[in-house]
């Protein structure tokens, strides 16, 4: 059974810094596209940082610049680097896996993270 398990999260002071990271278990294959949403409480989930078959990766607007993708394809892993943090990314992170080609989407289960000012 394939499962993404987030950890990282935590509570941290407005400026701080967090890395939230994401492990693949029940399997060792790839998927094409890996990415962190987030969902606010009364918000939809949206994404944050998108890896895939993109030459780079992608970002949204509100954290171009302060958050970092990265991939590690040996461990499998997937993290995110989260540095001048602001209030308004308090959420709860997702980790989300995607194989067109397996025809497989997966989710984790979400890590908390609160900023405070």
């Known amino acids: 059974q394939v499962q993404l398990v987030e950890s990282g999260g935590g509570s941290v002071h407005s400026g701080g810094s967090l890395r939230l990271s994401c492990a693949v278990s029940?399997?060792?294959?790839?998927?094409?596209?890996m990415a962190w949403y987030r969902q606010a409480p009364g918000e939809s989930r949206e994404v944050v940082a998108r890896?895939?078959?993109?030459?780079?990766?992608y970002y949204a607007d509100s954290v171009k610049g302060r958050f970092t993708i990265s991939r590690d394809y040996a461990k499998n892993t997937l993290s995110l680097q989260m540095d001048s943090l602001k209030r308004e990314d308090t959420a709860v992170y997702f980790c989300?896996?995607?194989?067109?080609?397996?025809?497989?989407?997966?989710w984790g289960q979400g890590t908390q993270v609160t900023v405070s000012s």
């Open positions: 029940g399997t060792t294959d790839s998927f094409e596209v």
């Open positions: 989300f896996a995607w194989s067109p080609r397996r025809n497989v989407v997966y």
């Open positions: 890896s895939g078959s993109e030459s780079s990766p």
